[in-house]
């Protein structure tokens, strides 16, 4: 398999002719720009998953990024700068219109999906990774250009960055650079993959390459420390949530005949606050709770909070047998 294209191929030529109107900021590039973070903000307000998904696959912002990855590796610091202030254009305009329409009909409010987004860990690094290298090969390969969709989808560029603009509007800065960070994950994430992608397909040759891929290599490790500490956080918090269920079936005689159906977590109170659904034959006290929420902190170490949400149980029998129904009072 031939890896490497001389300088000044046919083929090399058209990719860097191409890179180089991506890494421009045009008419389209603005429409896409403002209409996809319209989509992605209206969506994250409304907690609408069908609307941020519509706003990933419009994503104009990967057209920059492909431009960025190609001149870093390229050495062309031309295209690398006007990639890089589209880029930046796209971004603050993001951020300006997702605060702009926040303000405009603020919800106090926010949803799951602006939570989502606020805590990246080195998952999300492997999720831009992968898609980067697709996102570089469909540049490469026309041929499989209809995957760019779905690899918008996997990155998700839009949504973080309008996410920093609703917590501006909040005035929740924590919240924001989670988000931000999350962006610039993505962004790392797509960017190395994508160079090495156009390295080994022959495009770039790697010793024109070496200085870019050590200079993002730094960049990812910055970041590399905040994104293992919440992804440990993660993992922790999976851990005590999968704890408590079971302490909850079968850690504990303090409850009989219940069925936990649902168990949701909000690690963002202080205590942490699990509300349960659950059905149960009798009602449960707050002596029960109390009993439950020690019964939790021996185990994990931590103080939560605890909300049941009752639904009776009941036991319905044929007439000729017995009573026809026996439920809580």
Not at 119 to 144: E, H, I, K, M, T
Request: hydrophobic share 55%; charged share 15%.
């Amino acid at each position: 398999m031939r890896y490497w294209r001389h300088p000044g191929s046919d083929e090399q030529t058209a990719l860097r002719t191409a890179l180089s109107s991506d890494a421009r900021v045009s008419f389209n590039f603005i429409v896409l720009t403002l209409t996809s973070c319209s989509i992605a903000t209206f969506g994250l307000l409304e907690n609408n998953v069908a609307a941020i998904i519509g706003a990933m696959i419009i994503a104009p912002m990967i057209l920059p990024i492909g431009a960025m990855s190609f001149s870093a590796v390229e050495g062309d610091a031309l295209i690398l700068r006007r990639a890089l202030a589209t880029l930046t254009i796209g971004a603050i305009l993001s951020v300006a219109l997702a605060a702009a329409i926040t303000r405009l009909f603020f919800l106090p409010a926010l949803g799951s999906e602006i939570m989502a987004r606020s805590q990246p860990n080195l998952l999300d690094l492997g999720v831009a990774l992968a898609a980067g290298v697709v996102a570089a090969f469909a540049r490469v390969r026309p041929s499989v250009a209809g995957a760019i969709a779905g690899t918008a989808i996997a990155v998700a560029l839009m949504p973080p960055i309008c996410v920093v603009g609703i917590a501006i509007a909040h005035g929740m800065m924590a919240l924001a650079r989670g988000a931000a960070l999350l962006f610039v994950t993505n962004l790392l994430g797509i960017m190395i993959a994508s160079m090495s992608v156009f390295v080994l397909s022959g495009y770039v040759h790697m010793r024109r390459a070496t200085r870019a891929f050590v200079w993002t290599l730094v960049a990812i490790t910055a970041i590399i420390i905040p994104l293992a500490a919440s992804t440990g956080e993660l993992i922790r918090q999976a851990q005590v949530e999968s704890a408590l269920r079971s302490a909850l079936l079968n850690g504990t005689v303090t409850f009989q005949r219940v069925e936990l159906i649902r168990a949701d977590f909000d690690w963002v109170t202080a205590p942490p606050e699990v509300h349960l659904l659950v059905r149960s034959t009798q009602p449960i006290t707050p002596t029960q709770v109390a009993l439950l929420e020690a019964f939790a902190r021996h185990k994990t170490g931590i103080d939560f909070r605890f909300v049941f949400d009752v639904t009776a149980l009941a036991e319905v029998r044929d007439e000729a047998v017995g009573p026809t129904a026996t439920s809580l009072p």
